[in-house]
């Protein structure tokens, strides 16, 4: 669809009619004992990219990065004190450029924040993408105490995607829904991923 930026990942692109529109916000909930992150590091390869790291030291993102084997970019990378979070990333967010992607890989401590601070946060992010035409994807992980205000980034955001990670006896799987799309068109199908090297449709069998 005209107007739209790609992802750079292939399969995401052709379910979502050739990719997001310029200011989406994506929630990107997933399990922390997963393959969530290949994502990420595929998203870099589209265009200029600011990446946040919460958790993780920036020389330990740039290592995983440059090591993979998927198509990737050359993300900047920023880690943030976990004392202020919220004024960090602000201060960070607010020199992005025009067309750029930001990922903040995990919203986890931003999220444990007071809720009315980080409302507000929220709001001035998307203000930020829509004003630069960029678009943000905000890593969510999954776990029995998950921060009280993941529910507000799940509201906020444009789009959530999930990603599933199912453990059989001979084979892993995972499959990514969107629950959530603001913009139509959300493909309503379970898409079945294989994610090892790079991220890729399973066609291995048909969905169950």
Do not use: W
């Not at 009619?17 to 595929?42: H, K, R």
């Not at 979070?85 to 919203?107: C, F, H, K, S």
């Not at 913009?183 to 790079?198: D, V």
């Amino acid at each position: 669809m005209e107007g739209r930026l790609h992802t750079g990942i292939d399969v995401l692109d052709r379910k979502l009619d050739g990719g997001l529109p310029p200011g989406c916000v994506v929630a990107y909930t997933a399990a922390p004992a997963s393959q969530s992150e290949l994502l990420l590091y595929e998203l870099t390869a589209a265009r200029g990219t600011l990446y946040i790291s919460t958790e993780r030291s920036d020389q330990s993102i740039r290592h995983a990065v440059d090591s993979s084997m998927a198509r990737v970019g050359t993300p900047t990378v920023r880690r943030i004190d976990s004392q202020n979070p919220l004024e960090e990333a602000t201060r960070l967010i607010g020199a992005l450029p025009e067309g750029a992607n930001l990922i903040v890989d995990p919203m986890d401590p931003l999220e444990r924040t007071d809720r009315e601070a980080y409302v507000d946060f929220l709001n001035a992010l998307k203000d930020r993408m829509l004003e630069t035409r960029s678009i943000a994807i905000l890593h969510c992980l999954k776990a029995d105490d998950q921060p009280a205000n993941r529910s507000t980034t799940e509201h906020v955001a444009d789009a959530v995607f999930n990603l599933q990670t199912r453990v059989g006896a001979t084979e892993l799987e995972n499959f990514l829904t969107i629950p959530k799309y603001r913009h139509g068109g959300a493909p309503t199908e379970t898409i079945k991923l294989q994610l090892s090297e790079r991220v890729e449709i399973d066609t291995s069998r048909d969905i169950a």
